[in-house]
T-cell receptor
Framework: AQTVTQSQPEMSVQEAETVTLSCTYD???????LFWYKQPPSRQMILVIR??????QNATENRFSVNFQKAAKSFSLKISDSQLGDTAMYFC?????????????FGTGTRLKVLA | DAGVTQSPTHLIKTRGQHVTLRCSPI?????VSWYQQVLGQGPQFIFQ???????GRGNFPDRFSARQFPNYSSELNVNALLLGDSALYLC?????????????FGSGTQLSVL
């Protein structure tokens, strides 16, 4: 069975500083994708960044980057130059294709608070 | 362009009742999926529909059902509500049913079962 573990329930960071959110996963699948989603108080989940498992290069999106360690099954998110608008719940998600469809498995989330 | 819209935003029901939640995908998106997010947890996959056909089902009892209409909007139905069904129900749409499609989420329906 696939599992996603986020071991940090809450984190805080000073504005303009850098913070890293941890995520580990367990799977026997060889073809999969990993995601970080952000859920602000508005409740709408927003895609932050995506990583294909077959790509060795770590994904980056502006201030957001990942450290993907496939052998260790680790997928951490680094947020540089943190902004107040980054305050939200962050969910790590694992997605794998299944016959005719795909399945997402989400972690339990990390609540990030950016302090002024 | 309008994003994914869900209605209602909040709902209060009592045990044993039935509920219908609605979702309108982004225009042009043919795939809709439903997730249940219990307080303090991550979203759990319930259903995926693509081109009006069920493509995937999570580990939920038969009290949960869904359908997709010709205009690609979708309904999630839950019968015989239990207290444990209290949760935020999220709908997500994507352009295709394929594995690499990015999900676009709505703001959810908060269901409280008393």
């Amino acid at each position: 069975a696939q599992t996603v573990t986020q071991s940090q329930p809450e984190m805080s960071v000073q504005e303009a500083e850098t913070v890293t959110l941890s995520c580990t996963y367990d799977t026997s699948e060889s073809n999969y994708y990993l995601f970080w989603y952000k859920q602000p108080p508005s409740r709408q989940m927003i895609l932050v960044i995506r990583q294909e498992a077959y790509k060795q290069q770590n994904a980056t999106e502006n201030r957001f980057s990942v450290n993907f360690q496939k052998a260790a099954k680790s997928f951490s998110l680094k947020i540089s130059d943190s902004q107040l608008g980054d305050t939200a719940m962050y969910f790590c998600a694992f997605m794998f294709p299944e016959t005719g469809t795909y399945k997402y498995i989400f972690g339990t989330g990390t609540r990030l608070k950016v302090l002024a | 362009d309008a994003g994914v819209t869900q209605s209602p935003t909040h709902l209060i029901k009592t045990r044993g009742q039935h509920v219908t939640l609605r979702c309108s995908p982004i225009s042009g998106h043919k795939s809709v999926s439903w997730y249940q997010q219990v307080l303090g947890q991550g979203p759990q996959f319930i259903f995926q529909y693509y081109e009006k056909e069920e493509r995937g089902r999570g580990n939920f009892p038969d009290r949960f059902s869904a359908r997709q209409f010709p205009n690609y909007s979708s309904e999630l139905n839950v019968n015989a509500l239990l207290l444990g069904d209290s949760a935020l129900y999220l709908c997500a749409s994507s352009p295709l049913g394929g594995a690499v499609s990015k999900l676009f989420f709505g703001s959810g329906t908060q269901l409280s079962v008393l």
